[in-house]
């Protein structure tokens, strides 16, 4: 949960986009088995840059690995396919987005369409003039920061699409998805799937008497205890406001149950500490469990008799499991 926090804070509103895009100078690979013409790229790049020469077109694919911002690969190298490492590098995962530019004699129109259609990002010709290699690799390092800051900025969205802003749990929207997935396995002979659904017990009383912020923190209290006491393939969720659900996937009634008591034991055993300390609430959950019942069962059907669990607990004196 914290991971997720420090994450969210990383890109939070002036956090990196800018800071990150900033610092201009990259890590910048030149591969050339001309060395005179490296070492000219090289020592033309270094008041900006931390330029790398490599002659090896293996060793300068695994490097291409790490965190490389700008490969330069002269492509009509004569110990090596230049065209077959840039395509290499394309293919390989961790270096798909690394910018690319190729070095070409400038009257070798088939090896620059070729790197063209390879995907490289831009074209030096030989000889390379200093001031265009510069403007070329500013470019290219530039454009590689910004995408780079906007594909960490998706994943976060995506994540966050599918977690409970307060919690850090998952969300209704994930939990249905993933139980109507497993309802459908369990209805065409696949493992049984068992439901908790819980309810804090009068947590009204609880923003009533201490506040709405103190209630939050119970929420956030509860959900460390239920994701403690829960499997690593269970999955706990927010489904709103004080109630939460857990899907246990390949579980009986039996160890449903089993772990339902354990997680209202946990709940009201130890007090919760709220607003720094100051105060200490007993918090009791009621719970309810159900599990899947095989063909023409649905998750709805799967959660609604889960939760008259929950309100026959409510109703027979709360802090209790019904199966
Ligand atoms: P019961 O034992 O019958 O469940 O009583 P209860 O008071 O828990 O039940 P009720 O559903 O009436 O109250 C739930 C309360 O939870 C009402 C609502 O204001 C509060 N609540 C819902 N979401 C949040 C939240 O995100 N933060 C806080 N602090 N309170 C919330
Ligand atoms: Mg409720
Ligand atoms: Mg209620
Ligand atoms: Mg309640």
Request: proline share 4%; glycine share 8%; hydrophobic share 40%.
């Amino acid at each position: 949960l914290r991971e997720r926090e420090e994450s969210g804070r990383r890109l939070g509103v002036n956090a990196d986009g800018a800071g990150r895009l900033r610092g201009s100078g990259g890590r910048v690979l030149i591969v050339d088995d001309n060395l005179r013409q490296a070492q000219r790229i090289a020592d033309e790049l270094t008041r900006e840059h931390r330029p790398v020469i490599e002659t090896d077109p293996k060793a300068a694919l695994l490097a291409s690995r790490g965190l490389i911002d700008l490969m330069i690969v002269n492509v009509a190298a004569e110990s090596f396919d230049g065209l077959r490492l840039v395509a290499q590098a394309r293919s390989a995962e961790t270096s798909r987005h690394m910018p690319i530019l190729a070095v070409v004699e400038p009257t070798d129109r088939p090896r620059l369409i070729k790197a063209l259609e390879l995907g490289v990002n831009d074209i030096l010709m030989s000889p390379v003039d200093p001031e265009e290699l510069a403007a070329r690799a500013r470019t290219q390092i530039r454009r590689k920061r910004y995408t780079d800051f906007l594909r960490e900025k998706l994943d976060y969205s995506l994540e966050m699409a599918v977690t409970d802003a307060l919690t850090g749990l998952h969300n209704r929207r994930y939990m249905t998805g993933q139980l109507q997935a497993l309802v459908q396995r369990a209805n065409h002979g696949g493992d049984p799937v068992a439901v908790l659904v819980m309810d804090i017990d009068h947590f009204k009383a609880v923003n009533d008497g201490f506040g709405h912020d103190a209630g939050d923190e119970v929420l956030q209290e509860f959900a460390v205890r239920l994701a403690t006491n829960v499997r690593a393939v269970d999955l706990p969720c927010r489904f709103g406001g004080e109630e939460f659900v857990v899907v246990m996937p390949d579980t009986r009634i039996e160890d449903a149950h089993r772990i339902a008591d354990r997680i209202r034991r946990d709940v009201s055993s130890v007090p919760f500490r709220v607003m720094g300390g100051k105060e200490t609430l007993n918090i009791t959950i009621s719970v309810g469990v159900a599990v899947s019942l095989g063909q023409g069962d649905t998750p709805e059907a799967l959660l609604k008799r889960a939760d008259e669990g929950v309100y026959e607990a409510k109703a027979t004196g709360r802090n209790r499991v019904i199966a």
